[in-house]
């Protein structure tokens, strides 16, 4: 069983997508302690982006985060794909991988991330591929706490899905607040409460994002808006149980100025320095290597 091992990475982060390529120079990368790409979209990329995630990779560290793995679907694992995810993260030294505990395809790909029926046969099912995922990786599996709309099979909560995988798996935890939000308000639980079940000591680093608001009881699952308060009151609350973890803003869908992306990034590393006096700080921004990105 892999041992979950504390991320080379340590305080705010974002997000890189290839439209924000061209706004990035030394003063906005100056601005995160790191960032995060799917391996999907970068392996075997040369050209002009190949050059400049490479020089990016060189002076920020990185953590990857799937979309394709499809832990609970029924099809076969890719171990093509996780092989190839394998060479991507040894050629850029990076340390952390994640995925999302949701299935994506069967025959094919769906598009979108679906929810794998709360059930023991589930875990049963997803443990033997995340341990199949580990071997070929020789790293820990890193899994997310998903949005989800429909919950069919259901035989147990939640909270208790998640945390049995993980003690069953020895996988890590990217725990997600805004996902915590977002199925608080469409499945009607505490969103503290969650926080309070989940197994702190895999908790490897977290996502903030934003939301779409479709009705009073539905949220979608965006990133594609400005992270709101509610969100930013409960990744204080993770901090004040957990201790401060790497975190990390995502953002997929119209996407604003670097300047507003970074205000949010600054905003995650003013609530880590309010709880940040047991924990380990960023690495320090001078000793980075300056980055010409174009």
């Not at 075997?44 to 679907?73: M, W």
Request: aromatic share 8%; charged share 20%.
């Amino acid at each position: 069983m892999s041992t979950v091992t504390p991320p080379s990475v340590q305080g705010a982060g974002l997000g890189l997508r290839r439209s924000m390529l061209n706004a990035l120079n030394d003063e906005t990368l100056a601005a995160v302690d790191f960032m995060e790409v799917a391996p999907e979209n970068w392996i075997d990329v040369g050209g002009r982006f190949g050059k400049q995630f490479g020089l990016i990779a060189e002076a920020v560290p990185f953590v990857t985060h799937g979309l394709s793995l499809s832990l609970g679907g029924p099809s076969p694992i890719d171990t093509n794909l996780v092989s190839n995810i394998k060479t991507f993260l040894d050629r850029y030294n990076i340390d952390t991988y994640s995925e999302h505990l949701s299935y994506c395809s069967d025959q094919g790909h769906l598009y979108d991330l679906m929810p794998i029926p709360f059930t023991e046969q589930a875990v049963t099912h997803v443990v033997s591929r995340i341990h199949q995922v580990q071997d070929i990786l020789k790293r820990p599996l890193v899994i997310e706490n998903v949005s989800y709309y429909a919950a069919p099979g259901q035989e147990m909560q939640e909270f208790e899905f998640l945390k049995s995988v993980i003690s069953r798996s020895g996988c890590g935890l990217l725990l997600d607040v805004n996902n915590i939000y977002v199925n608080s308000i469409n499945h009607g639980y505490d969103a503290e409460s969650f926080l309070h079940q989940m197994p702190g000591e895999h908790i490897v680093y977290m996502h903030v994002a934003g939301h779409y608001n479709e009705a009073d009881d539905l949220i979608v699952d965006t990133h594609g808006a400005d992270v709101i308060d509610p969100v930013w009151n409960l990744l204080e609350k993770a901090y004040q149980i957990f201790g401060v973890k790497p975190t990390l803003l995502e953002r997929d869908f119209n996407i604003p100025a670097m300047d507003v992306l970074v205000r949010e990034v600054e905003r995650i590393r003013s609530i880590q320095s309010q709880h940040q006096a047991d924990n380990p700080q960023a690495i320090p921004r001078e000793q980075r290597v300056p980055v010409r990105t174009t």
